[in-house]
């Protein structure tokens, strides 16, 4: 049993389910922080979730901050109050500030995944599969003022299949932060509490490498690149992100139609299909809607009007919007 206080701020399905699991290990959680929906409206939380089930379950104070900075001086005054030792910061989206920094005894713990010190920043999950790579570390740290900067404390290596997507490599993140701090915080609690050196080992700020921040509107297709390329580019934005996209002519409708690509694959490197502009539907076959790409044809499969819903079977699109060879998208 940890002796100390623990103070959790989160707002997505991912820190909610670390906040139940540290529960679930008698983690000694004093308060939760999160947003409310106000700030859901402003700010799209991508993967949002509520704490409230979480904190009535577990008879817990929840707080909604008036900013999702911490800007305001009843955010800073409220978790003061709650004499954390430790504060965990889980997928939170926004730099905490020195202020909220200083107030544990002990530190705030943050996790991110990447290739450290490459990879800091926005978005961790699809831009470690949009760039191809085939494994990624999970690692917990120290926050400080900036991001994913801190010293770290422990790191897990994960594979990337090919045949992994968003949604895959989201519970394998959940799976290997869960087991960092369920293995870590207890030492750090114990070593604290015997005035010990808790083990860290710094970043080199030298090689830092930032991803940028990623919105809805940058998962626009570019069907010029190879089919290798947006396969990747396709499941590292699918569900629970907001999808990647293109746009379509509706032959019925005589309209264009934006279409989220929800499942695709690189189709054949060595059959050839003759000259067709990047986009171009070169056939509909049983398996997909086959497409041409900068460099060899993608075959997709599952696809949808809106980032919500699960999407369906390419036949409904071919059907709905009377589709056929030589049509483009673009």
Request: charged residues 25%.
């Amino acid at each position: 049993m940890i002796d100390g206080r623990i103070v959790y701020i989160g707002a997505t399905r991912i820190g909610k389910m670390n906040l139940i699991a540290l529960l679930e290990h008698n983690f000694p959680i004093v308060g939760i922080i999160t947003v409310g929906e106000e700030i859901v409206r402003k700010t799209h939380i991508s993967g949002y979730a509520s704490y409230d089930q979480v904190a009535t379950r577990y008879d817990i104070p929840l707080y909604r901050v008036q900013s999702y900075n911490f800007r305001t001086p009843e955010d800073i005054n409220y978790v003061k109050e709650l004499q954390p030792d430790l504060i965990i910061g889980y997928a939170w989206n926004r730099l905490l500030p020195k202020e909220l920094l200083n107030i544990p005894r002990i530190g705030t713990l943050g996790s991110h995944a990447g290739h450290p010190p490459e990879g800091r920043g926005r978005a961790p999950i699809p831009w470690n599969i949009i760039k191809g790579f085939k494994d990624c570390y999970l690692y917990i740290f120290f926050m400080d003022e900036n991001a994913d900067s801190g010293d770290i404390i422990d790191i897990m290596r994960m594979e990337i299949t090919p045949y992994d997507n968003a949604l895959t490599v989201y519970d394998k993140f959940i799976i290997c932060v869960n087991q960092l701090m369920i293995k870590n915080i207890p030492t750090i609690f114990e070593k604290w509490s015997k005035n010990e050196p808790i083990k860290t080992i710094p970043q080199d700020h030298s090689k830092a490498i930032y991803y940028a921040k990623r919105s809805p509107e940058d998962g626009l297709i570019d069907f010029s690149k190879d089919a290798e390329s947006l396969y990747n580019w396709i499941r590292g934005q699918s569900h629970p992100y907001p999808g990647a996209f293109t746009f379509i002519r509706d032959n019925i409708r005589n309209n264009m139609v934006k279409v989220y690509i929800w499942d695709a694959m690189p189709f054949d490197k060595y059959i050839p299909f003759g000259d067709h502009k990047n986009g171009e539907v070169i056939d509909v076959l049983l398996s997909g809607i086959l497409v041409q790409t900068g460099l060899y044809p993608m075959l997709i499969k599952k696809v949808g009007y809106d980032s919500e819903s699960e999407g369906f079977n390419f036949t409904k699109l071919v059907v709905d919007l009377g589709l056929k060879k030589a049509d483009l998208f673009q």
